[in-house]
């Protein structure tokens, strides 16, 4: 079984930035490919970024390419969402989510593939 809690969302002015913290425990942390995914009201989730064992790999959707950095720290049990030049698109409530296995790009970026889920950080950017 996998815990995980999602902070240090907000609200931030357009063009802003804002750093999502996700900290696991419960599991061996190195052993899940992490995933961010994000929902606004009326909207289905949708996939934001996606990254590896090791994470030497990562994935993001068109939308955020060059904007939003994911990465994370095995030694810490966190995987962090880097959130630049945010845009009034950008705003909902954004999921870090846990999945055992190999890593696939494909596969990562779809929501039924995740075993773990948290309980989400509402994210927002003003126009």
């Known amino acids: 079984q996998v815990q995980l809690v999602e902070s240090g969302g907000g609200l931030v002015q357009a063009g802003g930035s804002l750093r999502l913290s996700c900290a696991a425990s419960?599991?061996?942390?190195?052993?899940?490919?992490l995933g961010w995914f994000r929902q606004s009201p009326g909207k289905e989730r949708e996939f934001v970024a996606s990254?590896?064992?090791?994470?030497?790999?990562?994935d993001y959707t068109d939308s955020v390419k060059g904007r939003f950095t994911i990465s994370r720290d095995n030694a810490k049990n966190t995987v962090y969402l880097q959130m630049n030049s945010l845009k009034p698109e950008d705003t909902a409530i954004y999921y870090c989510?846990?999945?055992?296995?190999?890593?696939?790009?494909?596969?990562?970026?779809?929501?039924?593939?995740?075993?773990?889920w948290g309980q989400g950080a509402q994210v927002t950017a003003s126009s």
């Open positions: 990254i590896s064992l090791s994470g030497g790999i990562t």
């Open positions: 989510a846990a999945r055992k296995g190999v890593y696939s790009a494909f596969s990562a970026r779809q929501t039924q593939r995740y075993d773990y």
């Open positions: 419960g599991a061996t942390f190195s052993t899940y490919v």
